[in-house]
């Protein structure tokens, strides 16, 4: 049997059983109780400190998706973009379209992270 041992703030110390089904985190974007499977705790076992891990609940985990998949959709317009640019024969014109394409990029990583901050709050 494996169990939790914790000292509590008066001195004593407590031991809980635990049973593989009573493992839970708080999802570090809203907060929501995540219940861990199976899947999960093997992750958990493989990492060298547990205090650095925690999982996305089920509706945070697809935003985060959506948002990453977006920014692999960015990059790929960005690769096409340079791409392009660089045929461009006047230095002056290549240069200024470079800047352009880095504040619009600029612009779109600033919106996303706030957007991720405003689902922290
Ligand atoms: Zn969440």
């Known amino acids: 049997m494996i169990y939790l041992k914790t000292e509590l ?9 635990v049973y593989g089904d009573e493992f839970y985190c708080k999802c ?4 929501k109780e995540v219940h861990l499977d199976n899947e999960m705790i093997k992750h958990c076992v493989t990492e060298d400190d547990f205090s650095g891990i ?3 609940c089920e509706g945070c985990a697809k935003k985060r998706a959506t948002t ?5 959709f960015q990059q790929e317009n960005i ?7 660089e045929k461009v024969g006047s230095k002056s ?3 200024e379209l470079y800047i352009a ?3 619009y990029n600029q612009l779109i ?3 996303l992270s706030d957007l991720e901050d405003s689902e922290k709050e």
């Open 101 to 103: 394409l880095d504040t």
């Open 54 to 56: 925690s999982f996305y």
């Open 68 to 72: 990453l998949g977006f920014c692999e």
């Open 93 to 95: 014109l290549r240069s």
């Open 79 to 85: 690769n096409i973009l340079t791409a392009v640019f």
């Open 9 to 17: 703030e008066n001195g004593k110390s407590v031991e809980v059983d």
């Open 109 to 111: 990583y600033n919106c």
């Open 28 to 31: 570090p974007i809203c907060g």
